[in-house]
């Protein structure tokens, strides 16, 4: 009898923790990344609770960049980006022509195309961000999809802090 209510109770406990896997699959811990926005190789993720201007990021893009960049392959959609933060909430980001202005920061410029010709999305006028909100840049190339194109970030897109492991920036 004994060993029946043990059996019972460890399926129950096995069923319960792949339904949460499910349902709050975990955060990725290393992530390999392809592309020149950061150096190519392998991040550590560590989370981190108090996202602030400067930090370098994993995060995801909101869901509309994601299509665009899937559509265009500029990422797979299962691979956040490395950016570092300019902004967080209660900074004001100003969008004028080609220029994009972060508090702190020299002017960025945006262009109007990516490599292969194709439009590139068309952000206008300046918006406060909101407490929630994070804004993304690569410093490592100017033509980057980041937040020039896509605007702010929802803060729980951001998986934590990204510390560089290992590759081509050897």
Do not use: H
């Amino acid at each position: 009898m004994m060993m029946k209510l043990l059996l019972a109770a460890s399926i129950t406990v096995l069923c319960a923790g792949v339904s949460l896997q499910t349902l709050l699959p975990p955060k990725k811990k290393f992530i390999y990344n392809p592309t020149p926005s950061a150096p190519i190789g392998w991040y550590k993720i560590v989370a981190n609770d108090n996202v602030k201007v400067g930090d370098f990021v994993a995060a995801y893009a909101p869901e509309s960049a994601v299509e665009l960049a899937v559509a265009r392959q500029y990422l797979p959609s299962n691979i956040p980006l490395l950016k570092s933060v300019w902004a967080v909430g209660g900074a004001e980001v100003c969008f004028e022509n080609a220029r994009v202005s972060v508090p702190n920061y020299p002017v960025l410029t945006r262009y109007r195309q990516d490599n292969l010709g194709r439009d590139m999305p068309v952000l206008t006028g300046c918006f406060v961000l909101n407490p929630n909100e994070v804004f993304l840049i690569s410093t490592e190339i100017s033509n980057s999809f980041d937040s020039r194109y896509f605007g702010a970030v929802p803060l729980k897109n951001v998986l934590g802090n990204a510390i560089f492991l290992g590759g081509e920036r050897e």
